[in-house]
C-alpha cells in the first residue's frame, strides 16, 4: 500500500488544475488576510483613546473648580454650586463625560462578522439611554457597504474553501471508473473503501494542511499571537480542520453512488447553493418574520414624542418633584433656574414613555438569535461564522456582554452625580472620576462555546462518513 501512497502521490504533483487552483486560492486568502488587517486597524485607530489628553483635561477642570472654592473659602460665601461652571456637577457630568469602549482584539481580522455593524463607543453621561438611538444612525458607511460586510478570511474559509474542495475531488474515484482504470484496482487485496479513502485523504490532506498554514499565517500577520493565546489559536485551526472536515466526508458521501464526475459537480454544486446560499437565507428570513421588529423610524418617533411633551411639562414634573422631596425645596427664583433637575425629570419621564417600545424591540431581537441558535445546525455556514466570531471577538454574545457592563458602568455614573444635582451640591473630583474597563470574559467560556458549535458539525461529519463506508460496500466498478 506505501506503493500505491506514492504512485498517487507522483500524479497529484501532475495535476496541474490542483496547484493552479491552490495558489489562486492561496493568493485570495492573504488579500482577505490583508483587507481584514487593515479594515480592523481603521476601527482601532477610530476608537483610540488618548488617555494623557484626557487626564490632563480632567486636571485642568479640577484645577479651575478648586479654584473657584478656595475663592468663595476665602470671601467666607457658602460652597453651592453656581448656576454654571466647573462645580456644577451637571456641567461635570456633560464635559468630562466617559467613554465605554469595546476593545477590538488583533485576532478580529480574521472575521470581522457583522461586528462593524455594531457601536463600539458609547458616550456615558446622564442621557447616553436617550442618546443612544441618535449614536445607532450615526454610521455614514455606504449602505451596500454594510449590507455585504468586509471580505475577510472567514468568507474566504466559510464560501471559498468548500468551493476548493469540491473542485479538486468531485472526480476523485469516478473518473478513474469512467476511464476504465477503477477495474484494474480489483485485483488488488485492498477494499475499494480502502482506495477511496487513501486517494480522497491525500488530497485532502493538502487542502487542509495550506488552509491551516493560512490561519497561522493570519495570526502571525495581524500581530495577535500574544494577544490570542495559544488557546484562541488552537482553537481557530480545529474549527477550520472540522469544516474542512464536513466537506470532504460530503464529497466522500457522493463519490459513494458511483456516479459520473459530471453528475457528481452537479449535486455537489446544488449542495453548495443550498447550505451556503439558500439555507442561511431562508433562515434569517423566516426569524425576521415569525419575530419581526417594531418600526425603527417608530421607536425614534416615539422618543421625539416623548421628549417634546416632557418639555411641555417640564414644569409641572419640577413642581411634583419637589411636593414629594420638599426638604429639597428652595425659593421661587432659585428653583426656576433648575435646568438640571428639570433635565433630568424629563429624562425620565421620556425613558418611561419609550420603554413599551424599547422592551419589545429587545425582546424580539432575543427572539431571533434563539431561533437562528436552535436552527443552527441545519447550515454549516451559520455554525462556522458563529465559531470564528466567538473564537476572534466579534460574536454577538460579547457584544451584549460590552453592552451590559456599559449600561451597568451608566448606573454607577447616574449613583455619582443624580445625588449631587437633586441636592444642589458642588462637584470638585474631576481626576477621581470612574473609568470603564471592560471585563474580557473567561476563555473557558470561548472554548465551550466554540467546542459546542464545533460538535454540531462533528455530528453530520460522521453520519455522511458512515454513509459513505456504507455505499462503498455496494460500489459498483463498472459504469
Not at 454654571?84 to 456633560?94: D, E, I, L
Not at 485576532?107 to 449614536?135: F, N, P, V
Request: proline share 4%; with cysteine.
Amino acid at each position: 500500500m506505501k506503493g500505491f501512497i506514492r504512485q498517487e502521490w507522483r500524479l497529484v504533483q501532475r495535476e496541474r488544475s490542483l496547484w493552479i487552483l491552490l495558489v489562486v486560492f492561496v493568493v485570495v486568502a492573504l488579500y482577505a488576510i490583508y483587507n481584514g488587517r487593515e479594515a480592523i486597524q481603521r476601527e482601532q485607530a477610530s476608537l483610540m483613546c488618548d488617555t494623557h489628553q484626557r487626564k490632563a483635561f480632567l486636571d485642568s477642570l479640577e484645577q479651575v473648580a478648586r479654584k473657584e472654592e478656595a475663592k468663595l473659602v476665602s470671601l467666607q460665601k457658602p460652597l453651592e454650586p453656581p448656576a454654571w461652571g466647573a462645580r456644577h456637577p451637571y456641567f461635570a457630568n456633560m464635559r468630562a463625560a466617559a467613554t465605554a469602549t469595546l476593545p477590538l482584539l488583533n485576532l478580529s481580522a480574521l472575521s470581522i462578522g457583522q461586528s462593524d455593524l455594531h457601536i463600539k463607543e458609547r458616550l456615558i453621561r446622564l442621557d447616553s439611554e436617550q442618546k443612544a438611538l441618535e449614536q445607532d444612525e450615526s454610521d455614514l458607511r455606504h449602505p451596500l457597504k454594510l449590507k455585504l460586510g468586509e471580505f475577510d478570511f472567514a468568507f474566504v474559509i466559510i464560501y471559498l474553501f468548500p468551493l476548493l474542495i469540491l473542485a479538486l475531488l468531485f472526480s476523485v474515484m469516478s473518473g478513474e471508473k469512467e476511464s476504465g482504470v477503477l477495474s484494474l484496482f480489483g485485483v488488488q487485496p485492498v477494499s475499494l473503501f480502502e482506495i477511496a479513502k487513501r486517494k480522497l485523504l491525500l488530497r485532502a490532506a493538502i487542502l487542509l494542511g495550506v488552509a491551516e498554514a493560512l490561519v497561522l499565517i493570519g495570526v502571525l500577520w495581524s500581530d495577535a499571537r500574544l494577544e490570542a493565546g495559544v488557546g484562541r489559536v488552537v482553537l481557530l485551526m480545529l474549527a477550520v480542520l472540522v469544516y474542512g472536515m464536513f466537506w470532504v466526508a460530503l464529497v466522500w458521501f457522493v463519490l459513494s453512488f458511483g456516479k459520473s464526475p459530471a453528475v457528481n459537480a452537479l449535486i455537489l454544486g446544488a449542495c453548495w447553493i443550498a447550505l451556503l446560499i439558500v439555507l442561511p437565507s431562508v433562515l434569517n428570513g423566516l426569524a425576521e418574520v415569525l419575530y419581526p421588529l417594531p418600526s425603527r423610524v417608530k421607536y425614534v418617533d416615539a422618543m421625539r414624542q416623548a421628549s417634546v411633551e416632557a418639555e411641555r411639562r417640564s414644569a409641572k414634573l419640577l413642581e411634583q418633584f419637589y411636593q414629594a422631596h420638599p426638604e429639597l425645596a428652595k425659593d421661587t427664583l432659585a428653583r426656576d433656574r433648575d435646568f438640571a433637575i428639570k433635565n433630568l425629570l424629563a429624562m425620565e419621564e421620556v425613558l418611561k414613555s419609550v420603554q413599551p417600545v424599547r422592551e419589545k424591540f429587545h425582546a424580539q431581537r432575543a427572539q431571533q438569535a434563539e431561533f437562528i441558535k436552535r436552527v443552527q445546525w441545519l447550515s454549516p455556514a451559520i455554525v462556522m461564522q458563529q465559531a470564528l466570531n466567538t473564537i476572534v471577538g466579534t460574536s454577538e454574545e460579547r457584544y451584549a456582554e460590552f453592552m451590559r457592563q456599559a449600561r451597568a458602568f451608566h448606573q454607577q455614573w447616574r449613583r455619582l452625580f443624580e445625588p449631587l444635582i437633586f441636592q444642589r451640591k458642588a462637584f470638585t473630583s474631576y481626576t477621581q472620576l470612574p473609568e470603564f474597563q471592560f471585563q474580557e470574559e473567561h476563555f473557558a467560556e470561548v472554548a465551550k462555546r466554540t467546542l459546542v458549535l464545533l460538535m454540531l458539525m462533528l455530528i453530520p461529519t460522521s453520519l455522511l462518513t458512515l454513509g459513505a463506508f456504507i455505499r462503498f460496500k455496494t460500489y459498483s466498478i463498472v459504469l
